[in-house]
């Protein structure tokens, strides 16, 4: 009865094995309620252990009363302890298989991270370490750290011209969080939100998990195509003004002041995601919708795209009005960012490293992008139409005539292809853009570049998807 | 009408200075549509700077949509971008006043940062960003850092006994995103969610924010009341069973079994928080809930006391009918968990870093805790009934016949003394625990926790709340 299953695990003390085992038939009702305990003598004789190890794993059943002791007199098993015990959650799980594994992966929104500056960000991070006092390792403002908010003000004047006050900063764990927030704060009831199509998938799936009515805005090579909002009822207008996500257009200055003019009069904000707006090849940055009117828009950037997606910080200039309930929110949510890349985050924008690392990058991504219009160039000719290849780390090409769907993704993968159509991105029923794809370059090297478009023009040449090549 | 309106703005280029102004007048309509701009020379002459600044001031109007200019022609206003534009934004909010400063806060839920090994941490962190690969520093798993969750299933087997499966341990950000993605999970319609009370604020929160209904469960010295569980159509049950927050009771096996058997019988899920059940001080760690049923308890661990609250790393121990969900809501709620800090902590909890520090903080906390009696019995005598002494970092002070509202929660404040009574944490009508107040003291000095008891009895010597002071 008192033998005791000895375990093959190292980890565990020879007290917890006791007290494991003695548990496990006191749960399996094999010891009864009111049964007296052996005494702790008795029992180390038994199993050749020390008695201080027996009185450790009777200590452990006492302190979780299954067992019941009155001085003098022995111990004993407690009462309705008794469980039908089954041993659950300690049988191996099927392992995930990996990911296949792409040759040519043309995934979009990854930035070339072996290009950033690991050894000064570390250095900024041991600073950082140091420098924080105790009271800001422990529980802060849901806000973010606040020297940071002001170097992000500071950022934004510098690099786009943007006024803004740090008060109105809120640090974000990415864009991601900032959607996902916004998306319970502006809800009103029966009134859709309205969204690109096609978009970044992030805020249509906060939506529509919760239950709110989407409206879509087509878009063509200049943008969202605001004329076509005739909604006036709207919870929110969530676009890409200064590179649309995935097409690549610039919102022209008419189709923003109608925009603008639509949130006034209808009174809606706007949620403007400016998630590559550093990555301009052509000319100076673009200037945001939230410089037209900071009341109407939300305006929300991310370090994913110029710093490292896995640092997980962004943040969102928001109105007052909305600032109250943010905090309550947030709060409840996960409390706060971690505060020591924030520190570090401060240090990178307050030094500059920031503007020398985008202007290195700016000139790196502008070289892949050459590299990958000259390949397109050498393999398609001009019988592909390159969208949005101004700014940003991704293209999207047009093979007129051609439809991409399940078949081309199936097909490209097992070529080593890692490439998504458009249209995976346009949850609406209209599919003007199935004649697309999107290739995200700026984690490619040359050669792997090249090596990827002349792989999907043997492919184009072998499947059938309604497009003949043209290329050289 | 070409003035430009200088700012007094370092940060910005002289372009962009150019580029604003010439932008404000377009939008305010004084520049009109079709109206043709000067040439650049001309500008450029006019304001005394150099004809590339003009042209590139002139390059940004043009890219944003504001002029339009064919081969030739001169460029002109565009179209439709006129907007009554209001500056906005600009004016400086009202700086919130700092928080008063309290000489002797009591809060609860903060560790001793200052002994944390800060050199040490910041090694492994310098170590680890050395050794994530490209891959790691993109977008991973919204699951966490394998790496991490095999070491955390390593930790709970040799610190509590637990044999967990890796493949069900998904990081955090902290309890708190655990308590939140688990009340959206765990919810069925009009089935209450059955809390402690008093319990600790989170969950309670996000509870009634969604709308979902709360059932309350009382609490006396031992924890929560399973036997007043009458209510079989539950949503899931929230209970801290190694150490009730805030009442600090260990939760007997006969109602840990009883627990179980409601949760097998009415098939819903048990959420287990152990927030501190490293620090006991009479014995070794309580063997959580979950060892007795993994099917039907989810395990809800966090670095916060342990490491630090900025930190925000926690884990769930999910059951596999969750998983699937889980993965799906935080994707879209935040992604991940910055990759660093998981990585660092990898190496603290393998090294065995983690269990050195806990023993000595167990040691700390202990005598910090027999400081804290001694200076409850120097001025309150016996007349002071201490709850929940037997670990963590707080400890509840009941003062028979006492009741704590708001008025002492003022008085204490006007004292430099942070102190909160526990009906605070009791949003039931039950006021039962009206007697009570929560004091933290695990960041505190032993001078602090000394004077800050002085000033109490002070006050409660002073105030008439009800109860008689007996102290030396
Ligand atoms: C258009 C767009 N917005 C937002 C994001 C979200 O980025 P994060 O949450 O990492 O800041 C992405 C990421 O790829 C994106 O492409
Ligand atoms: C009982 C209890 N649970 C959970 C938490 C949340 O901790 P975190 O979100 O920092 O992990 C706390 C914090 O004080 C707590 O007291």
Redesign the interface.
């Known amino acids: 009865m008192w033998k005791i299953q000895w375990q093959d ?1 190292k ?2 003390s020879l ?2 094995q006791i ?2 085992s003695l ?1 496990e038939r ?2 399996a009702g094999q010891l009864a309620a009111g049964e007296r305990m052996p005494s702790t003598r008795e029992l180390a004789g038994s199993l050749g252990v020390s008695r201080n190890t027996v009185c ?1 794993a009777y ?2 059943l006492l ?4 067992t019941v002791s009155r001085q003098g007199a022995p111990t004993r098993i ?6 039908d ?2 041993s ?3 049988a ?2 099927p ?1 995930k298989p990996e990911a296949d594994r792409l040759l040519w992966d043309f995934a979009t ?2 930035p070339d ?2 290009l ?1 500056p ?1 050894k000064l ?2 250095k900024m ?2 600073e950082a ?2 420098q924080l006092s ?1 009271g ?5 403002s849901p806000k973010g750290y606040e020297l940071l908010c002001g170097e992000i003000a ?1 950022w934004l ?2 690099s786009r ?1 943007m ?3 740090p ?2 900063v809120f640090i ?3 864009a ?2 900032a959607f ?1 927030l916004l998306a319970g704060l502006l809800h009103k009831t029966g009134a859709p939100f309205v969204l690109e199509s096609p978009s970044h998938p ?1 805020m249509y ?2 939506i529509t ?1 919760r239950g709110y009515p989407v409206q879509w805005l087509e878009v063509d090579e200049q943008g969202a195509m605001i004329d076509t909002l005739t909604e006036s009822a709207v919870s929110a207008v969530y676009v890409t003004p200064s590179h649309q996500f995935p097409l690549g257009g ?9 925009l ?2 639509l949130a006034r009069d209808n009174d809606f904000y706007i949620i403007e995601d400016d998630y590559d707006g550093e990555f301009r090849y ?3 940055a ?2 945001p919708l939230y ?5 109407h828009v939300i305006y929300v950037g991310t370090f994913s795209k110029t710093l ?6 962004g943040f969102v ?1 928001l ?2 009005p909305l600032q109250e309930k943010w905090r309550h ?1 947030r709060k ?10 924030q520190a570090a985050l401060t240090a990178f924008l307050r030094t500059r490293a920031m503007d020398k690392h985008i202007r290195r990058m700016r000139r790196c991504y502008g070289e892949k992008r050459s590299c990958f219009l000259q390949a397109v160039q050498k393999h398609f000719a001009d019988s592909v139409c390159p969208w949005g290849d101004a700014s940003g780390l991704h293209v999207a090409l047009q093979f007129p005539g051609a439809e991409f769907g399940e078949r081309f993704v199936e097909e490209s993968r097992a070529a080593g292809l890692g490439i998504r159509p458009v249209n995976r991105l346009c949850p609406s029923l209209h599919k003007q853009h199935r004649d697309k794809l999107l290739l995200g370059y700026g ?1 490619l090297n040359a050669g792997k570049i090249q090596e990827g478009m002349s792989v999907l023009r043997r492919l184009m040449e072998r499947g059938d998807y309604g497009y003949v090549t043209r290329g050289s």
Chains 1, 2 share one sequence.
């Open positions: 695990k980890e565990l007290a917890r007290f494991l548990r006191i749960l450790e200590d452990m302190a979780e009363g299954f407690a009462r309705d302890v008794c469980l015990y089954r659950a959650g300690v191996t799980a392992v929104g990854r991270v072996t950033f690991w960000w570390s991070l041991g370490a140091c105790p800001q390792w422990g529980y802060s500071r004047l510098r011209g006024l803004v006050e008060a109105d974000t764990a990415g991601t969080q996902y992030a799936t906060v998990d610039i919102l022209p200055a008419g189709r923003r002041a109608a603008i003019r052509a000319g100076p673009i200037s410089s037209l009117d900071a009341s490292f997606p896995a640092l997980r910080l200039i109105p007052k929110y409840y949510m996960d409390v706060q960012n971690p505060v020591l890349e984690h």
